[in-house]
């Protein structure tokens, strides 16, 4: 067993996981909206992306110029259609909502596409690989994703803290009424914080078409991934997201190095700890209030 | 000029009403208190103003144009601002955050950041602290800041001096005097009565939701107010 290779290729994979994750942080983060269907719109953007492959022809990685703007499109107006008139005190009916939306796309796409496992192909660079020092070799493409989870994650950090729609975010996850006062009309905010959300949604599903095979039921284990990535690193923390995922996607490369079976059952037994010995996470929001 | 006129206003919560027909006209540039015992309905009367609790087009009129169907968002951009009871600074901003939220609706006007903060130089010093780092005066005068960042024509203040010493109480009054010289039209909601008839040319005193007593500042009988303030 090379420790150092199950180190590094769990890491990389923790990169997609926080992928995954951000989308989720973010609803959840801003409107206190969380998203059961999460992983279906990861999976529903894998599908635009073979659909974009097949129709246009158009590059497997050139698809996210497509795919971003039609599922943020499709963010903007769920939230301000859809999901807005389910915000409220009681958190019940926004769980409901999104758990039949991820019905219905689940069932969508079984009758748009059948069971069949699918896959995004973007030649040779699938297989590529840099050779490190201890005998470690490093897939090119599962660097590539990790380099755009944390360029994403960077990016995100200045939209919050560097911009007037950053400052605007916050204040609405502070106190929404008040930021109503402050001429922020919430029901247009949320819907671009969706926006946002489905565009990392859509990187990530494309991404995650061309690492590894997908179908129309890939959906809810994703967002059991992004659930752990978001709770390990700490809610309101997208660094901490990050980190979450990157925990997670060791702990399953160490799982999968004693026994494929173990994989996903140790990133779960991971999240179970962690939740024990630290159930705000690894890297909580400080709020003094 | 009328600036702010209400005609028969009414709000509820849910099925409780908590204002009965209210009649409140505000003149451009003058400062007008509404007083008035724990659940007089005068905080509701402003909610009711700023859009956060529904009421009819007509019943609140803004510059002579029906204000009441709008929302809080859009009122904001026509120039009202309000100071809410309580400060409710976002706690995830910095002071300097807090400030800059306030101009959000981008209306133009006199009020910039260094304004602020020559009316107020402690939040220049702490700019870049959260806001839940402040004292409770600071907060208060971040707050009003916050509000004054929108270069508003009418700024309502619910409680100014709500758990605040006396010594901070006269201070931000002093800095509203400066305020209201300048133009802004204010309305002052407030427990301590003398405190508000000194800062006011006229008041409107509320009693269950109605109004009970209105009168000009000047030259009252203070000990009047006793009758309509508790009703006895």
């Known amino acids: 067993m090379n420790w150092l290779s199950i180190l590094v290729q769990g890491s990389l994979l923790g990169g997609l996981y926080a992928l995954f994750a951000v989308g989720l942080s973010l609803s959840f983060g801003i409107m206190r909206l969380v998203n059961i269907a999460h992983g279906d719109f990861i999976v529903l953007s894998a599908f635009a992306g073979l659909v974009a492959v097949r129709a246009l022809g158009l590059d497997a990685i050139a698809t996210l110029l497509v795919v971003i703007p039609t599922m943020a499109a499709i963010g903007y107006a769920l939230q301000r259609g859809v999901l807005n008139l389910t915000l409220g005190s009681n958190i019940l009916p926004p769980l409901l909502v999104t758990f039949g939306i991820s019905v219905i796309i689940q069932n969508g796409l079984l009758q748009g596409f059948g069971a069949d496992i699918q896959r995004l192909h973007w030649g040779a660079i699938e297989t590529q690989s840099i050779a490190l020092p201890g005998g470690v070799a490093v897939g090119v493409f599962p660097l590539i994703v990790f380099a755009v989870a944390v360029v994403s994650i960077f990016a995100l950090q200045i939209l919050f803290y560097r911009t007037t729609l950053g400052r605007a975010f916050r204040a609405a996850s502070d106190d929404p009424e008040t930021a109503e006062l402050m001429g922020i009309d919430k029901r247009h905010l949320y819907a671009l914080a969706m926006a946002i959300a489905m565009v990392f949604t859509a990187l990530a599903g494309v991404l995650f078409a061309i690492r590894t095979t997908f179908d129309p039921a890939s959906g809810p284990i994703r967002l059991i991934f992004a659930f752990e990535a978001v709770i390990i690193g700490g809610l309101g923390s997208l660094w901490g997201t990050l980190a979450g995922g990157i925990l997670l996607g060791i702990a399953q490369a160490f799982g999968q190095a004693l026994s494929p079976t173990w994989q996903i059952l140790a990133g779960h037994i991971a999240f179970l700890i962690v939740l024990v010995l630290r159930p705000s996470g690894l890297f909580p929001r400080q709020r003094d209030e | ?232």
């Open chain 2, 1 to 232: 000029m009328t600036l702010l006129r209400t005609r028969a206003l009414r709000a509820f919560y849910g099925d409780f009403q908590a204002l009965f027909d209210i009649d409140v006209t505000v003149e451009e540039g003058e400062t007008v208190a509404i007083i008035g015992a724990n659940g007089a309905g005068k905080t509701t009367f402003l909610r009711a103003v700023v859009g956060q609790l529904e009421t009819a087009p007509e019943m609140v009129e803004f510059d002579g144009k029906p204000i009441g169907h709008m929302t809080a968002h859009d009122i904001v951009r026509m120039g009202v601002a309000m100071v809410p009871e309580g400060r409710k600074l976002f706690p995830s901003l910095t002071v300097e955050e807090n400030l800059r939220i306030g101009a959000y609706c981008g209306r133009p006007g006199h009020w910039t950041l260094e304004r602020i903060y020559e009316l107020f130089p402690v939040l220049g010093e702490r700019a870049r602290l959260p806001a839940t780092s402040l004292s409770g005066g600071q907060q208060q005068m971040a707050s009003v800041g916050r509000a004054l960042m929108s270069n508003p024509r009418l700024l309502l203040c619910d409680e100014l001096s709500l758990g605040l010493a006396p010594v901070v109480i006269r201070d931000i009054y002093a800095r509203l005097a400066t305020v209201a010289r300048e133009g802004t039209t204010l309305v002052i909601v407030e427990q301590d009565i003398n405190r508000a008839l000194d800062a006011s040319a006229r008041f409107y005193c509320f009693q269950e939701g109605r109004v009970a007593l209105t009168a000009p500042c000047q030259g009252f009988d203070r000990s009047n107010i006793t009758a309509a303030y508790f009703g006895t």
